[in-house]
Structure formats: structure tokens, C-alpha cells
């Protein structure tokens, strides 16, 4: 149709691009159609397309692109544990390649659905970044995970709006050596100690938004202030939206 935009069959398609007018009519029919006839994406957005986006087109899509790079599911309410289930009986001829295992970045945001489940399955991806603004099952025990899955590789974390977190799973950031940008904005059980820790372990941080962060002092503010970390502000949701967006800091990131 001439909505998507995919590069094959003339060549092996690394992304797909579906415009903004077909994106609201696309059924799940016409992606489980699709799912298979792809092989060697590296970028997937279906985002905004909850009516379409179903666990079994997830599903589908992961296990038909071993290559994936950056996968955005922002606002598919109906995505949970059972999309990121793989196919262990998957054949590949490289040992070394199977779904999920060269991704790294996870967009998620207002995914009502994500939970900590979803982590264990992605445990052996090498996420570099995870945004999940807006999650709500995202609480200590997600947090955990993502610190202790992705460790070695994380470099961005977004739980703006996440507000069952608290300083008992941030506190373990603290062994995510090359984290860059930490967003906790209205994660209102985040205190000083835990921000000030982050600060002080993780020598790589540049950027850290706190707004609406009830717990955490003026003082703490200005210590990272004085410290060179960048406070980002969010003006109001719009501003908070845009700053969530895969095309503006992520892509500024990791050059997508």
C-alpha cells in the first residue's frame, strides 16, 4: 500500500516507514501480514497504533528480525509479557544471532501494559536505552531489573512519571557505570540520597530531570547544578512529551 514505505523486495529493508494517516486505519491483520515478509529491520516504530499492535504482532515482528536495533511501542496499550516472548526453537545459522539479542533501545512510553516480566525476557538484549515514561507497572521491581539486566551498557533511563519507584531500586543505578541522562521527573518517592549517590558513582551522567520530584531538596539541586550536571526542565506535558520523543534525544544519542 502506498502508506508503508519498505524497502524490499528489491533489497533487505531496514526500516519500514508507515505515514501518520494510514498509521490510525492499519487492523492487526495487515501486520501479522507483514511481520514475516520482513528479515533484517534494525529500526521498528509502531508506535501510536494500539488498535493494530497486538502481543502476537510483537511477537512476530521480534522473531522475524534477528538485526533489531531500536524498537518503539510508545502507546500500544495492548503490549505485555507474552510480545516479548522469543522462539527458542528459532534456527539460525550464526549461534550468535537471535531475536532481541542487538537491541538497544526500548521506547515504551504509555504503554499501560509493560511489567517487569517483559524485563527477564529481554535480559540477554544489550539495551543502551530505556524510556518508559508513563508505565504503570513500572515500580521497584522493573526499575531492579533494567539495573541489573543492563548494567553494562546503559546509558539513558527514562521512568518520568513512574510513581511507585523509589530510592530502593534507583539506588542500584549506581552500578551502571555509562549512564548518561537519567530522567525521574514526578517520581515522587525518589529522595536526595539516592539522586546524590547516582551522581557520585556514576562518573558518565551529564543530564538528569527532576521536575515535580517532591522528595528531593534545593540543595540536592544545587549540588548537581554545581557538579556541571544538566537539570532538565520539563514545561509543562507538551514540553515533557517532546523531550520523551525517540526522534529527540535518543536519536541525538545514538544517531538514528
Not at 528479515?39 to 510483537?58: E, I, P, Q, T
Not at 522462539?87 to 521506547?107: G, M, Q, R
Request: charged share 25%; with cysteine.
Amino acid at each position: 500500500s502506498s502508506g508503508i514505505n519498505a524497502e524490499w523486495p528489491l533489497r533487505p529493508g531496514t526500516h519500514i516507514s508507515i505515514t501518520e494517516k494510514f498509521r490510525k486505519s492499519l487492523k492487526e491483520r495487515h501486520l501479522l501480514m507483514l511481520a514475516p515478509k520482513t528479515g533484517n529491520l534494525r529500526n521498528l516504530d509502531l508506535s501510536d497504533m494500539s488498535n493494530a499492535v497486538s502481543n502476537k504482532v510483537l511477537k512476530s515482528f521480534l522473531n522475524s528480525n534477528y538485526e533489531l536495533k531500536i524498537l518503539n511501542i510508545s502507546k500500544c496499550s495492548n503490549i505485555g509479557p507474552e510480545g516479548f516472548k522469543i522462539d527458542h526453537d528459532t534456527s539460525s545459522e550464526n549461534e550468535n544471532s537471535y531475536p532481541l539479542a542487538k537491541l538497544e533501545v526500548l521506547v515504551a512510553n504509555w504503554c499501560r501494559n509493560i511489567r517487569p516480566p517483559c524485563f527477564v525476557s529481554l535480559a540477554h538484549a544489550p539495551l543502551r536505552a530505556i524510556s518508559l515514561a508513563g508505565t504503570w507497572y513500572t515500580n521497584d521491581e522493573a526499575v531492579t531489573d533494567c539495573a541489573t539486566f543492563f548494567k553494562d551498557n546503559l546509558e539513558c533511563l527514562n521512568i518520568d512519571k513512574c510513581y511507585k519507584v523509589t530510592d530502593e531500586s534507583l539506588n542500584l543505578l549506581v552500578h551502571c557505570s555509562k549512564l548518561r541522562i537519567l530522567k525521574v521527573t514526578s517520581c515522587w518517592r525518589v529522595n536526595d540520597g539516592s539522586v546524590r549517590r547516582i551522581v557520585e558513582s556514576c562518573k558518565e551522567l551529564q543530564q538528569v530531570a527532576m521536575d515535580d520530584c517532591r522528595s528531593i531538596t534545593r540543595s540536592c539541586l544545587f549540588d548537581l547544578s554545581e557538579k556541571g550536571i544538566l537539570l532538565l526542565e520539563a514545561r509543562g506535558e507538551r514540553g515533557s512529551e517532546k523531550w520523551d520523543k525517540s526522534d529527540n534525544y535518543l536519536r541525538r544519542m545514538f544517531r538514528f
